[in-house]
T-cell receptor
Framework: GAGVSQSPSNKVTEKGKDVELRCDPI?????LYWYRQSLGQGLEFLIY????????KSGLPSDRFSAERTGGSVSTLTIQRTQQEDSAVYLC??????????????FGPGTRLTVL | EDQVTQSPEALRLQEGESSSLNCSYT??????LFWYRQDPGKGPEFLFT???AGEEKEKERLKATLTKKESFLHITAPKPEDSATYLC?????????FGTGTRLTIIP
């Protein structure tokens, strides 16, 4: 079956521009997660969705970052007024029914964002 | 504070030379210890989940074990295709807290 997909795979933008990153989770997975991986750093949690609501946004680094999920499926991570420190690989993951025990998360290939 | 510490940062082994990777974590609220493999330019690939001390899981040349404060990923007779970064993560609430990984290189 299809795994988690993300688009675009690479994005180069200029400082100050807005960007949108997209994630399509595995069909039937109710939970969706965004992480960020900077060079030499571990994966950093950003936000978690259960259905269309986001019970945990604690990892979003600033109010320039926002995310939404529609139809319990596709999610979009938006970064406004991008800064050079936003350059990283943004990873999306999905899992099945985390409310009934902690289930493994399956990751997409990531979007590599470069802010010039 | 949630912490996951992996060691060593990097490990080079000859093909067939067995070894172990370490992951230590803070204990409170543990809801699973996860191992992932990450190849360059790709997202992490799920390997194992461990939930309680004493649990062990195996897959091909890999075996993961869990104690109260540590997990080990044992690699037996590795092959060059086992070269990758191995990530450990603890589950707490609904998110994963990752270590920075061990970069494993298997030399033919």
């Amino acid at each position: 079956g299809a795994g988690v997909s993300q688009s675009p795979s690479n994005k180069v933008t200029e400082k100050g521009k807005d960007v949108e990153l997209r994630c399509d989770p595995i069909s039937g997975h109710t939970a969706l997660y965004w992480y960020r991986q900077s060079l030499g750093q571990g994966l950093e949690f950003l936000i978690y969705f259960q259905g269309n609501s986001a019970p945990d946004k604690s990892g979003l680094p600033s109010d320039r970052f926002s995310a939404e999920r529609t139809g319990g499926s596709v999610s979009t991570l938006t970064i406004q007024r991008t800064q050079q420190e936003d350059s990283a690989v943004y990873l999306c993951a999905s899992s099945f029914l985390p409310g009934q025990g902690f289930h493994e998360q399956f990751f997409g290939p990531g979007t590599r964002l470069t802010v010039l | 504070e949630d912490q996951v510490t992996q060691s060593p940062e990097a490990l080079r082994l000859q093909e067939g030379e067995s070894s172990s990777l370490n992951c230590s974590y803070t204990v409170s609220g543990l809801r699973g210890l996860f191992w992932y493999r990450q190849d360059p330019g790709k997202g992490p690939e799920f390997l194992f989940t461990l939930y309680s001390a004493g649990e062990e899981k195996e897959k091909e040349r890999l075996k993961a074990t869990l104690t109260k404060k540590e997990s080990f990923l044992h690699i037996t007779a590795p092959k060059p295709e086992d070269s990758a970064t191995y990530l450990c993560a603890r589950g707490i609430r609904e998110k994963l807290t990752f270590g920075t990984g061990t970069r494993l290189t298997i030399i033919p």
